[in-house]
Nanobody, 122 residues
Framework: QVHLVESGGGLVQAGGSLLLSCAAS????????MGWFRQAPGKEREFVAAISTRSGGKYISHDMTDRSTISGDTAKNTVYLQINSLKPEDTAVYYCAAGTVVAGIESKYDYWGQGTQVTVSS
């Protein structure tokens, strides 16, 4: 079992940056694939980025490559998602997920956090 807690969401002006955190507990952190997904109002949940805590290998959605960075801190059992140059269309609930394979597909992740709301004002 893996317990995930996201933090760092909030209200941000367009053009600003945000650092989201996901703290994991309950399983060896260095053995996980950690992903970030987001769900905007009225839309399906979509993949943003993922990282292997074992190898450090990363996979970022094509649409977010230029503005996003994903990183992990094994000492803190925490994964971070930095998004720069925020746009109103980035407004969504951002979810952290854990699994065993770095992937852009929801079904590859077994555990999910409750989500953190990010609202970008124009």
């Amino acid at each position: 079992q893996v317990h995930l807690v996201e933090s760092g969401g909030g209200l941000v002006q367009a053009g600003g940056s945000l650092l989201l955190s996901c703290a994991a507990s309950g399983r060896t952190f260095s053995d996980l694939a950690m992903g970030w997904f987001r769900q905007a109002p009225g839309k399906e949940r979509e993949f943003v980025a993922a990282i292997s805590t074992r190898s450090g290998g990363k996979y970022i959605s094509h649409d977010m490559t230029d503005r996003s960075t994903i990183s992990g801190d094994t000492a803190k059992n925490t994964v971070y998602l930095q998004i720069n140059s925020l746009k109103p269309e980035d407004t969504a609930v951002y979810y952290c997920a854990a699994g065993t394979v770095v992937a852009g597909i929801e079904s590859k992740y077994d555990y999910w956090g409750q989500g953190t709301q990010v609202t970008v004002s124009s």
